[in-house]
């Protein structure tokens, strides 16, 4: 069946009835997307996963967005539909390739970050990060839960054992358990999650609008080294320096963005055969932390 015979029968039993017709939407890595044209509404955006990872995952998705435009004040799309199989979407707009609409997503992120200040790191639920559920088990130490959580909790899956030797996986540990000398002591707030360029679309207003996030209460420069290490387009360049100015960054936080960028490299190489460079990244990240020959 092709995706968007499949999409088609999963609106009609959502309750969906007036679709004419669905394109295909290309983009995403994880799942089945198209744009539904409906004869009595706006056209939607939806998508399904040819084989679910989870019951929750859309479920989850939805609970995200919902709390970046609740507590974060972040644009996201109306969530019309979320269930076991499919999640639909109020359409977006392309985001506009013009210096300003970065700089007022700087402030909308820069405000995402501080205005939600968090004592403890997690989130309420599990949720996923692409097609791998995220874990998201509260903790008071923002070390030991990016430790164990977003870098550690990766070694068991059989992409990551087959691409990295035992001499990378002892150097990771070391990291980890070098991680209050290598990165500032910084409180936790609401992350977007999987912050990467192509997750940043635009309203009709031209606001910056959020989508495919994997929330939780972490370090903000989680989401900053996502943006920062993803090949963000030419006319962001602007919207670091300024994020930076907003939040009070010291003048480190360069530095510090291919540790923290591990956590997804390491979500690619275990989710997809072309690891587009993830596991070269990810040795040489970690070559300062081999024991000398």
């Known amino acids: ?49 040819d084989e679910a990872p989870g019951a929750d995952a859309f479920v989850a998705e939805a609970d995200g967005l919902a709390a970046l435009r609740d507590l ?5 799309p109306e969530v019309v539909v979320a269930n076991h199989e499919l999640l639909v979407l109020s359409l977006l707009h392309p985001r506009p390739r013009d210096e300003a609409f970065w700089e007022r997503f700087a402030h909308a992120l820069a405000h995402l970050h501080t205005s939600t200040v968090h004592p403890r790191f997690g989130w309420h639920r599990e949720n996923w990060l692409g097609r791998r559920r995220q874990s ?11 430790a164990e959580h977003r870098l550690l909790r990766w070694l068991s899956e059989p992409r990551v054992e087959a691409a990295l030797t035992p001499a990378d996986r002892a150097a990771l540990e070391r990291l980890c358990h070098r991680l209050p000398e290598l990165l500032p002591q910084r409180p936790a ?22 989508i495919d996030p994997a929330v939780s209460y972490t370090w ?9 290490t993803t ?19 010291d003048a480190d936080w360069r530095a510090r963005m291919p540790i923290i960028q591990l956590r997804q ?14 596991a070269e990244t990810i040795r040489a990240t970690l070559s300062p932390f081999r024991p000398a020959p």
């Open 265 to 278: 490299h390491l979500a690619v190489l275990a989710q997809f055969d072309n690891d587009w460079g993830a």
């Open 1 to 49: 069946m092709s995706p968007t015979t499949l999409l088609a029968e999963r609106l009609l039993r959502a309750g969906i009835r007036d679709v004419v017709s669905v394109e295909p939407v290309s983009g995403g890595l994880a799942a089945l997307a198209g744009l539904a044209i409906r004869e009595d509404g706006p056209p939607v955006f939806a998508k399904t996963f």
């Open 72 to 76: 974060g004040g972040v644009a996201t």
């Open 231 to 249: 090949a963000p387009p030419p006319e962001s360049h602007r919207f670091f320096d300024l994020y930076a100015d907003l939040t009070g960054l």
């Open 136 to 146: 998201n088990t509260w903790t008071g130490d923002g070390f030991a839960f990016f």
């Open 189 to 210: 707030c609401l992350t977007h999650g999987d912050l990467w360029s192509q997750n940043v679309l635009a309203t009709a207003d031209g606001r910056a609008a959020l």
């Open 220 to 228: 903000p420069e989680v989401d900053l080294a996502h943006l920062w």
